[in-house]
């Protein structure tokens, strides 16, 4: 596994990074390219590229980009060193700082750029909005996000001015956790986002993009991260958009990936909530009055929630409880059936449930199941 702190990446890793630095191959071109390497990416990163590049399911740009280098490894490092330069770290699918739920995803980044440090597992909303909504309404949005965070619930957005940054402002003034998910490389932020690095850092944010070092904005990019932001979530909620906002398409994206969307209704007369209401009359989106609208869903009981900040780090669980978390999903199983798929006595994953519960990893529902959050 990488750690941006000890400089090691495996073979498969190197060519994973290298792949994803050039320009015109996505998610699906490096699946062709893994599958193509006989599953794994790690046989190009110790062959010379002239020897696969002809062969290789990519297009004739990317060819022709992946022809200009010899070796796959000092591209990766290039971009390694470019990351630590910049303060980023890198997080390769399956490690902990990248998104579980994004992994599930059908075209997710196969790796993640990110500022900030990512929390345990917990339920996350995507919360969008217009850049300019109704007079008076960023005020709400704030507290509508303050009262999400104060719930244990985690709020993703993607840190545009209007209803995204009050958004992700409401849950840090909750002390919750919120991730914003940028249309640029970490390392090529609009001044208004660059002003905001550092105090969402200082309070506990975090910033991600699947963009490597080096990559603007772009009216490409900011559509496609709209699937991270709704990838990365449980669910969908649409609080203001015009008819032709941008937070349409995070809906549109969650809607393809499974997530329940919700959007808030607004006055008719007004444009800025055109698109709100358009999702709700074409029944492309459930009605959202309220946090209890959320909860519901999400299955999140507010009253037992675990106080935001205190549920630690993935390092701090003992081993027991990182492997009856891996045990459990999101389809409560009882203990017994807990019990029989692992390796431990009863009292260590009786012990284990209780940890998971007090971080906030675990819900026990009425008759002793258990379903990871």
Request: proline share 7%; charged share 20%.
């Amino acid at each position: 596994m990488a750690d941006a702190e000890t400089d090691i990446l495996t073979a498969e890793q190197q060519a994973c990074l290298a792949l994803w630095a050039v320009p015109g191959l996505g998610p699906r071109t490096l699946a062709a390219l893994r599958a193509f390497a006989d599953g794994s990416l790690a046989p190009l990163a110790a062959t010379p590229v002239r020897d696969w590049v002809s062969q290789a399911p990519v297009s004739s740009q990317v060819r022709r980009k992946l022809a200009s280098v010899e070796h796959l490894a000092p591209v990766a490092w290039r971009v390694w060193e470019a990351c630590r330069a910049s303060g980023m770290k890198v997080a390769f699918q399956g490690q902990a700082a990248y998104p579980e739920r994004l992994a599930e995803v059908e075209d997710a980044p196969p790796v993640l750029f990110y500022r900030g440090v990512p929390g345990l597992p917990r339920r996350r909303l995507a919360m969008v909005g217009s850049r300019h909504p109704d007079q008076g309404f960023l005020p709400f949005a704030r507290r509508f996000a303050r009262q999400v965070a104060a719930s244990g619930v985690g709020v993703v957005s993607g840190a545009a001015a209007g209803v995204d940054r009050a958004c992700h402002w409401g849950a840090l003034d909750e002390g919750g956790e919120t991730w914003a998910f940028l249309g640029s490389a970490l390392d090529a932020l609009d001044t208004a986002q660059a002003r905001l690095l550092p105090h969402f850092l200082d309070r506990g944010g975090v910033f991600f993009s699947e963009l490597p070092p080096g990559v603007r904005a772009s009216t490409t990019t900011f559509p496609r991260r709209n699937r991270l932001i709704s990838g990365a979530s449980d669910a969908v909620l649409v609080l203001r958009a015009g008819k032709d906002s941008g937070s349409l398409y995070t809906a549109e994206a969650g809607r393809a990936q499974g997530r329940p969307v919700f959007a808030m209704p607004g006055d008719v007369r007004q444009e800025e909530a055109a698109g709100c209401n358009a999702l709700l009359r074409d029944g492309e989106a459930a009605v959202c009055l309220g946090p209890d609208d959320v909860w519901r869903v999400l299955k999140v009981d507010p009253l037992a929630a675990v106080p935001p900040g205190t549920m630690g780090s993935w390092e701090d669980l003992s081993a027991e409880a990182k492997g009856a978390f891996a045990m459990l999903d999101r389809v409560p199983r009882s203990f017994d059936e807990v019990l029989v798929g692992s390796t431990f006595s009863p009292a260590a994953l009786a012990s284990a449930l209780v940890e998971l519960e007090l971080t906030g990893l675990v819900i026990q529902h009425p008759g002793r199941l258990y379903e990871r959050i």
